[in-house]
């Protein structure tokens, strides 16, 4: 009698108390559940155009349980699809590392033919599955630095996104560079799943639920795509880089690096051949140099020593200084690109000319250390956009940085060599368009964009800058004073702002400028710029003295030309930077190709 109460009691204990449980552990055994990847957001330009978006694929998965004889299954796809006895390899090892329930994709990217090639032999393939998915495509190549690229997951990505392990799903498409990786865990979206009922040996019966999960985020640039696209063709022939940017609000309108690449090798797998093609490249095409690219700014950064030397009252712009084509200090010689020098020159002529004497005699005033931070607070020597892996800072040299990271004191010699953009000076093109840009808006604080941002307050500086401009005799109206009351003026004195602009719109549109042949007569078009070069290999005395051109020294030993400019002159609006990988001159390389970028992005306001 104990024994049978006891056996009675643990039936009851079990039908009633513990009920529960064992009908969660028999779902368990009926019910499998696959997770599946959810659809990518769109990436589009400010009109809305796609520059990154999704297209069907044809993909082919297997669920090893679901076939009697693996090596038979993969015999006939070997024959349907011609799969290689390399990839084969490949999956049984995949197959060898995971539960035998869990499918693997064979292909993720099916021709039509092939997709109905499977279909046709499929009641011959247990344990095969032909799927229509979607998958990442870029119909813009221009575009390719800005977007970047996906690509499947690998375990560096699983170790560093807490979010992808979550989400845990096979085959999944994570952002690699560019907005892609700056996006990813916004943009990937919601996992999906599949349930399916199945039997005592783990075959499918029936499709229970079918959950798509939920689509990632879409986002919108301010990227102009026909701009985009016109300023890549302008630079198609070069190894280089162009920014445009509205001086404003700071907005990106196109940001371009030669060469470029096209992303949708990487979405179903780069090939080894593409691959090494693209890392032994010397152009460096997966480098998008307009903020991984360092130059030295070389003679474009005269305009911030200028404003530099007269906020901190050090010089007056009548200051006037004789060229002779070199400078001697403490027995070193420091020379001027015009080897007979350009005469008289007082600041206005010196930036107008890029006189380098001039500029020396500046710097040795100045000091590297009031210079160093006029050009910080001008965007240089620091990361400019949030997130962008790629993004490097640059240097903005002074006495401290040196001390602390090359253990050496400064130099007086090294101050002349920063005051014409040379030495340690390294910035990206994007650093040198938003300089440019917070001198043509008036010396005022941005911030650069490149998305687009519906909760982001407008400073109305625009709108601040056009009453100035229109009423210069007339007080402010409270409104637009407390509109504009979180502007952050990067002057003391206004007027050395002005005169710079003023430098600078003479260097273009007066004789003896270093970029008057790149002018635009027409007004509406009228740019104010500034050219540079940048060394790479230190100019022998012999050379120099033969007055050796850049066109006749090998293509990797040639200066880096540079060219900054802001438009239309009349009321200025953008701002651009070009550079040239060892274009030679900024005037006779990247100064044309910035005339034709400002005539098209003018033209798209009209």
Not at 184 to 203: H, L, M, P, T
Not at 247 to 273: E, M, R, T
Not at 450 to 475: A, C, G, Q
Not at 546 to 552: A, Y
């Amino acid at each position: 009698i104990v024994v049978f109460g006891g056996i009675f009691g643990r039936l009851i204990s079990l039908q009633i108390n513990e009920s529960k449980k064992y009908s969660t552990l028999s779902d368990k055994n009926r019910f499998r559940e696959w997770r599946i990847a959810p659809q990518r957001g769109v990436i589009r330009d400010f009109f809305n155009k796609e520059i990154a978006s999704n297209e069907k694929v044809y993909q082919l998965h297997i669920t090893p349980e679901n076939s009697e004889n693996i090596e038979v299954l993969f015999f006939r796809l070997k024959n349907i699809l011609d799969l290689s006895d390399e990839k084969i390899r490949y999956l049984k090892r995949k197959i060898a590392k995971q539960k035998p329930w869990e499918p693997i994709i064979v292909d993720d990217n099916l021709s039509w033919t092939e997709f109905s090639r499977v279909n046709l032999f499929l009641h011959e393939l247990q344990g095969v599955e032909p799927v229509v998915s979607v998958a990442r495509i870029y119909p813009e190549q221009s575009t390719s630095h800005i977007v970047g690229y996906v690509s499947q997951i690998s375990a560096k990505d699983l170790s560093k996104k807490e979010y992808l392990r979550e989400m845990a799903v096979r085959g999944i498409s994570v952002g690699k560079t560019g907005l892609e990786n700056k996006l990813d865990s916004e943009i990937i979206g919601n996992v999906g799943f599949q349930r399916y009922e199945v039997n005592a040996y783990g075959k499918r019966i029936r499709e229970i639920k079918h959950d798509k999960g939920i689509a990632g985020r879409d986002f919108k640039t301010t990227i102009d795509l026909e701009v985009q696209r016109f300023a890549s063709k302008q630079i198609t022939d070069v190894v280089g880089s162009a920014c445009v940017m509205d001086i404003y609000n700071g907005d990106i309108i196109s940001l371009v690096s030669s060469p470029s690449y096209d992303p949708n090798a990487f979405v179903h797998g780069i090939n080894q051949k593409d691959w090494n093609f693209l890392l032994k490249n010397k152009a460096k095409p997966l480098t998008n140099k307009a903020i991984s690219g360092l130059y030295p700014p070389g003679s474009t950064i005269k305009t911030i020593v200028a404003f530099s030397a007269l906020e901190n009252n050090i010089v007056s712009p009548n200051l006037t200084v004789n060229c002779k084509g070199v400078t001697e200090l403490h027995g070193e010689k420091f020379h001027c690109w015009k080897k007979k020098g350009h005469g008289y020159m007082n600041m206005r002529t010196a930036i107008q000319r890029s006189c380098d004497v001039y500029f020396y005699e500046i710097a040795r005033r100045l000091g590297v250390d009031r210079l160093s931070e006029t050009a910080k607070k001008f965007g240089l020597g620091k990361k400019i956009l949030e997130g962008f892996l790629e993004e490097r800072q640059g240097v903005v040299p002074n006495t401290g940085w040196k001390k602390k990271f090359i253990g050496q004191n400064w130099y007086i010699g090294e101050t002349l060599h920063s005051g014409i953009g040379q030495g340690y000076y390294l910035s990206t093109p994007l650093q040198l368009c938003l300089m440019t840009a917070q001198i043509a808006n008036g010396g005022y604080e941005i911030k650069p964009n490149i998305l687009i941002n519906d909760e982001k307050i407008d400073n109305n500086l625009r709108s601040y800058v056009k009453f100035k401009r229109e009423n210069p005799d007339t007080e402010l109206p409270t409104e637009l004073l407390l509109n504009n009351f979180n502007l952050k003026p990067l002057f003391k004195n206004q007027e050395n702002i002005n005169f710079v602009k003023d430098a600078m719109y003479a260097a273009t549109n007066e004789p003896g400028g270093t970029s008057y042949r790149s002018r635009i007569n027409d007004k509406k078009f009228m740019f104010a710029g500034k050219t540079g070069s940048s060394q790479v290999r230190k100019f022998t005395e012999e050379q120099r003295e033969k007055e050796v051109k850049q066109k006749d020294i090998k293509y990797e030993n040639r200066d880096h030309a540079l060219f900054v400019a802001f438009a239309p002159v009349s009321f200025p609006q953008y701002a651009i930077s070009v550079v040239v990988e060892h274009g030679g001159s900024g005037s006779s390389s990247a100064a044309p190709i910035a005339k034709q970028i400002i005539k098209k992005v003018i033209e798209r306001d009209m």
